[in-house]
């Protein structure tokens, strides 16, 4: 007897160890261990600060390998969090440190970590340097199935590139198509982040207070320090309910048109971080992702882009992009674009091949996530700088376009010239138009619309996505209100915006393998009409002044539908004068149901 309970007794102590042990470990890992949904690593290390020595940014390097059920292994660098609550505390020192991860796979999970010090060994990934702190700290977790649904991108999981000209989803695998913003660039110069940015007299009259987007924050939404944010969180909501999935940012515009935005403790600064304002442009970031829009990170302006070490990849560089990583590659969806309008411009110096190709290898080698990495162009009429980009040895991976023309009439002609060029390199790249248009005008406001929105509709909007690409987003021209410095209201293009839904819907309601096709303009009758196609299956024809066309079908012996839409109006898709046509021969698709001196697509399948 006396053996027994001693046994029980020694049963139930190295119980209590053990679950002692495990709600160690566990406390350590926060968020819900679920498919796709951010887990973060909070390890206790030194006390440091900011402003500090050693450098807690430069001086110190946190790394976690995160390994899978089968065996594959993600390295992701951590960072320095202060007290780990600094979005609300506004804290500069601390002894927390943290790492972020999004499991791909359900299943028990191991990660280890590595916390060392050095001088710069933070970008110096040839040092071993001394083991401190949580060095060596392991443990498990396990990983259930994502409770998602809807635009959430943890419904869908990471978004992947695929060796062609579309991204997809490693969840669902369902492609994805983008309409977003392009403008404002300067959207996180926003007054309620933390640090001197907006009193620090550059260009403090850009400051943001979002005022217009106050009304679109709900109960439930984030905020920080004490209910600060609902202006740019209701602005994320406002572009959701407008049926857009995608907003590009600028994380760093000292010496550019704004100089508000920047990741650093102050407008000199180059190797320290605020870390309160980080927490806080995450806490935007995350809300986002659920709201199904994806991050378009621009890294640097056109007139910045040899701030950093001259434009070369080194000390300053690759802290910023380091700290970019750490911070933000967790997430599902985005690209990082390594400039705006890069290259040289007028008398000013701009990066060169050597340096764009560095900058895209040190995201290769570093992001443990892989995610599109892009270039945005600038809008000469030949971009033939990017061209040494291109090929299978490249690792860039898309390409953000611009364009130079008022009524964006050759969106589909430098669309259509970068799919195809990069496809006959050997390496296709997803070809975006982010900033059709000019500069100037851009995509105007409704009330001053002018012919701008009906020709971006014609020419930008259905152009790009039937030259292939995979998407826009819409830069708002300086020469009018709420430009692209200076919006805060993104219901100055309300009616815009509903155009671009009705693009959505229709690829969802075509229900074709949009991914797999490519433009073939020769397959219809109408020389200035577009036409997408997977041949013998699927055909997309858009008729920019209405009428009809005929479409080549000849050796194709099936019979074909002929639906319509209305892409003005959106709506279901509906029928015109013929429903069915025979292949064999070119033969016509019959007028729209309706308005036939409008815009029509026409889907036959």
Known sequence: MTRLLLFLFNLCLFSLILSCSLDKEDSRLEGERKLWHKLTLRLEGPLASETGTPNPFLDYRMEVNFTGPDGQSYRVPGYFAADGNAAHSGATEGTIWKAHFSADQVGEWKWGASFRSGKDIAIDATQIGEALAFDGANGTFTISATDKVGPDFRARGRLQTTNGHFLRFAGNGEYFVKQGTDSPENILAYAEFDGPFATDGHKDKYIKTWEPHLMDWKEGDPTWAEGKGKGIIGALNYLASEGLNAFSFLTLNIEGDDGNVFPYLDYDERVRFDVSRLD?????????????????????????????????????????????????????????????????????????????????????????????????????????????????????????????????????????????????????????????????????????????????????????????????????????????????????????????????????????????????????????????????????????????????????????????????????????????????????????????DQDWVVLVK
């Open 280 to 596: 806080q442009w995450e806490i935007v970031f995350e809300h986002a992702q659920k709201l199904g829009l994806f991050l378009h990170f621009k890294t640097q302006e056109t007139e910045n882009e040899t701030l950093l070490d001259q434009g070369e990849v080194g000390t300053q560089r690759r802290l910023y992009y380091r700290e970019l990583i750490a911070r933000f590659g967790h997430h599902l969806a985005l690209n990082w674009n390594l400039g705006e309008e890069n290259g040289p411009k007028g008398k000013r110096k701009g990066q060169n091949d050597s340096q764009r190709k560095a900058m895209a290898q040190y995201f290769h080698e570093n992001d443990p996530y892989a995610h599109l990495t892009v270039l945005h162009t600038y809008p000469d009429k030949t971009n033939e700088i990017y061209t040494p980009l291109l090929g299978q040895n490249s690792t860039l991976t898309g390409v953000s376009l611009q364009t130079f023309k008022v009524d964006f009439s050759v969106v589909h002609e430098r669309v259509h010239q970068w799919i195809s060029r990069s496809a006959e390199a050997g390496h296709p790249w997803p070809v975006a138009c982010d900033e059709p248009g000019n500069a100037t005008n851009g995509l105007r406001p409704d009330l001053d619309a002018g012919d701008s929105q009906h020709n971006g509709r014609k020419n930008a909007l259905w152009g790009t996505l039937l030259a292939g690409g995979w998407g826009n987003e819409w830069y708002f021209g300086y020469k009018h209100a709420h430009s692209d410095l200076t919006c805060e209201d993104f219901r100055s293009r309300d009616a815009w915006w509903d155009y671009c839904r009705y693009a959505l819907e229709f690829f969802q309601l075509a229900k074709i393998p949009y991914w797999d096709m490519s433009n073939d303009n020769d397959a219809i009758s109408n020389e200035d009409d577009y036409c997408l196609k997977k041949e013998g299956e699927a055909y997309v024809i858009y008729l920019k002044e209405g009428g009809s066309t005929e479409l080549n079908l000849s050796g194709i012996e099936k019979e074909f539908s002929v639906q319509w839409f209305d892409p003005r109006q959106g709506g279901s898709l509906q029928k015109g004068s013929t429903g069915k046509i025979k292949g064999g021969h070119q033969v016509s698709i019959g007028s729209p149901p309706s308005s036939p």
